[in-house]
């Protein structure tokens, strides 16, 4: 089961570890059984076992955006203007609220207030990182379909594990 950084496990998950684990099973034959680590497997029982949790803690430490007090006043500036680049929206933030942001930064913030107005942005291509020359393509999305098909190979490989238990 592919893991993304700052989520949980499911709760699925961690009922069929704690079956695995009352069927008497090893905590390394519950990781492989199930594609996850060892580690994972160990705390999940550790904590039923000293407190009695049988799910996810609470994420913690969760940190605002820098400009999430300003998304309406960016909203209603890119409404009036909404011909003005990411350089006079920056230059806005500055002068207006005392506020610096970078190019990044307001192109991630008018993506996550005002989403069909952004266009995508170039990025460096890997070979011309240091070169400085532009590729012309946009970035591929987290959840792009080579990304998806690795994880559903995962998924039929740990699904045939489990049959073959």
């Not at 008497?24 to 580690?39: F, K, M, P, T, W």
């Not at 029982?45 to 994420?59: H, V």
Request: hydrophobic fraction near 40%; include cysteine.
């Amino acid at each position: 089961m592919p893991w993304r950084r700052g989520r949980a496990y499911s709760q699925d998950l961690r009922e069929r570890v704690f079956a695995l684990c009352d069927a008497g099973d090893a905590v390394g034959e519950i990781a492989d059984a199930l594609c996850v680590s060892v580690s994972y497997v160990s705390k999940a029982l550790s904590r039923r076992r000293d407190m009695g949790e049988i799910s996810a803690r609470p994420q913690r430490c969760h940190v605002l955006p820098k400009l999430f007090g300003l998304y309406d006043a960016i909203r209603a500036e890119v409404t009036s203007r909404p011909d003005a680049t990411l350089a006079q929206l920056r230059r806005w933030l500055g002068e207006v609220h005392g506020v610096s942001a970078s190019d990044g930064l307001m192109h991630g913030t008018l993506a996550k207030t005002i989403p069909h107005r952004v266009p995508d942005l170039p990025v460096m291509a890997r070979s011309a990182r240091n070169t400085g020359i532009r590729q012309t393509t946009p970035a591929r999305p987290l959840n792009s379909k080579p990304a998806a098909a690795h994880a559903k190979a995962q998924n039929e490989i740990c699904c045939r594990r489990l049959a073959t238990t």
